[in-house]
């Protein structure tokens, strides 16, 4: 994933640990003072809200089983959604701008 500010140019990625702390979707480049905004790309939307749902279910059915194993496959399933991410990221997502700049701040 490209980490630059789309303005300046700036490599942001040394900053993404603070970032995901507080996790906004608009923020100000550290080098430009420029507001830029987080692109969240369609395919991320997709992992995260299946993940969320195939936790969810399996959640629900575990508890409605009374089933131990199904929590712990709960977990496992919450664990490789979480892994899937930085994986999409080093993989089909290697060139995708992770910031954008917002209109109001663009140059003509």
Known sequence: MDFHCP????????SKLSRAVVSRL???CARCGKTIR????????????????V???LAALAYW???RELMIVA???AMAGAASLPL????WL???????????????
């Open 26 to 28: 608009e923020i100000d």
């Open 65 to 67: 089983m009374h089933s």
């Open 38 to 53: 987080v692109n969240v790309h369609r395919a991320e939307r997709i992992v995260v809200l299946a993940n969320f749902g």
């Open 75 to 77: 977990f496992f399933a």
């Open 88 to 91: 999409l990221e080093r993989t």
């Open 7 to 14: 303005l300046c140019r700036a490599d942001l990625g040394r």
């Open 94 to 108: 290697r060139t995708w701008p992770r910031y954008v700049a917002v209109e109001r701040d663009c140059p003509p």
């Open 55 to 57: 936790i969810l279910a």
